[in-house]
């Protein structure tokens, strides 16, 4: 790839940058993550979930159970939010994503009673200003979550039903389609240009967002995805795809993409052992193919509320080396929470459990690593923005390396996941790589220097 600056997009509303590939994205799942107000913990029965009623519970067997994880509230709120905002600017967070934190009946909130109205169980809109106040007083950006494809049951334009035949993909039984054909979370028509314009009316309502990641967007009529994207420019679009989606640029669709691709290539290559040829020809798919700008917008991350943690499927151990993979290569990182301390789950229900505040609790080793290799990136733009090219890759040490260069310096990376020694050359240096380690050396061209970063 050729290294060309890459274009800002900047919150009209703001006027904060995001700025491809120099962010840090970290995911808040905002019900699990500080309860600051117990005042607006929900009360029991307050309404029901599928005919359950709610609860409010410190007892994480129910907060993480595969069902009752949905209807059981930890408490966590906006205030809760405001108050970490050092622990995650000290950890070198750019950009706060929470999922929704619309007025919901779910503990994921996926599924809006209310565009215009922040869930009273998270706090209020003066308290959500205050929170985007106070990122922005840290120059932090702000991403908010949009689910434009479906809403609750109960949101008043399903629950009239002259309004649901206006607002809703009807099926010829009379009732609405609904997401993935489950039942529930009936599915909005944008293709309906009065739905799309109150769509577009719900993104308007909330200018404090520096960038909407637009939840199971591959759902959504194309066309309407166009005219959300021109509707809100210049503030960037993030589309959830689980797939190979470089469609998105090619029609000036979206900005960028959750990289579920990076996510499956390198779980695929530690937890399956895939070869390092396949992993970094997997990793080359997309880095060829997606333009710069949108690569460097797209999130990349091991892990997330949809999914099991990358270090309870692979370990510790792959952990800290994944991440080294997640820090260095192509596109945005993102950490969802917890990652950085070493929380477990090895389902989404116990990958959604309250972040863990106890100090005592936390893998100091994984957040230590975390921070540095954050700072790293921070410190050293060739690893933002650099271009990528592949080196060596040797199947029997499962050892790879690859290098990003800009007109300023090189770094290479290189990594052993084996269990013998993995040796290569580069111009001009043998590099011998132990079994488990990595290994990051930055020359910086104008400053005849090189930084040994990593040798674990």
Not at 435 to 454: A, C, Q, Y
Request: hydrophobic share 35%; glycine share 6%; charged share 25%.
């Amino acid at each position: 790839m050729n290294s060309k600056p890459q274009s800002s997009l900047t919150n009209r509303a703001s006027g904060r940058v995001f700025r491809p590939g120099r962010e840090l994205v970290y995911q808040i799942f905002p019900d699990r993550w500080k309860n600051a107000r117990p005042d607006r913990n929900p009360a029991d029965g307050s309404w029901n979930w599928k005919k359950e009623p709610v609860r409010f519970t410190t007892d994480h067997s129910l907060l993480t159970g595969q069902r009752t994880d949905q209807y059981h509230f930890f408490g966590g709120d906006l205030e809760g939010v405001r108050e970490s905002l050092p622990y995650l600017q000290d950890l070198g967070v750019t950009a706060v994503y929470m999922t929704p934190i619309f007025q919901a009946r779910s503990t994921h909130r996926y599924d809006a009673v209310d565009y215009m109205t922040i869930d009273p169980a998270l706090g209020t809109r003066e308290d959500f200003e205050a929170l985007a106040g106070d990122l922005r007083k840290r120059k932090m950006k702000l991403v908010l979550d949009g689910v434009l494809n479906h809403t609750s049951e109960e949101h008043p334009w399903h629950t009239d039903p002259d309004m649901r035949k206006e607002h809703y993909i009807m099926k010829a039984d009379g009732q609405p389609m609904s997401w993935l054909n489950h039942g529930s979370l009936p599915k909005l028509d944008p293709q309906n240009p009065q739905v799309a314009k109150k769509l577009l009316e719900v993104l308007d309502a909330w200018p404090e967002a520096d960038l909407w990641r637009l939840d199971a967007a591959h759902l959504l009529p194309q066309e309407f995805l166009r005219q959300l994207r021109s509707h809100v420019a210049p503030r960037p679009i993030l589309i959830e795809d689980w797939s190979y989606c470089p469609h998105y640029f090619r029609k000036n669709i979206a900005d960028a993409v959750t990289n579920f691709l990076f996510r499956d290539a390198v779980r695929t290559f530690f937890i399956q052992d895939a070869s390092p040829e396949t992993l970094l020809e997997r990793l080359e798919i997309w880095i060829r193919t997606y333009p710069r700008r949108n690569l460097g917008l797209s999130w990349n991350f091991l892990d997330n509320h949809d999914t099991e943690r990358f270090i309870s499927l692979a370990g510790r151990d792959s952990l800290m080396r994944a991440l080294v993979l997640l820090f260095t290569l192509p596109g945005t990182p993102m950490l969802y929470h917890g990652c950085e301390v070493g929380m477990k789950g090895k389902t989404t229900g116990e990958s959604r459990a309250p972040m863990e505040w106890d100090e005592s609790k936390w893998d100091r080793g994984i957040f230590d690593h975390v921070k540095s290799l954050a700072k790293l990136r921070r410190e050293h733009p060739v690893l933002a923005t650099g271009g990528f090219t592949p080196l060596f890759a040797d199947n029997r040490s499962r050892a790879f390396a690859f290098e990003r260069t800009d007109r300023a310096s090189r770094a290479v990376i290189a990594l052993n996941d084996g269990y013998l020694p993995g040796c290569f050359h580069d111009q001009g240096t043998d590099w011998t790589l132990d079994p488990g380690s990595w290994r990051i050396e930055i020359t910086e061209k104008h400053h005849p220097v090189t930084v040994l970063v990593f040798s674990a």
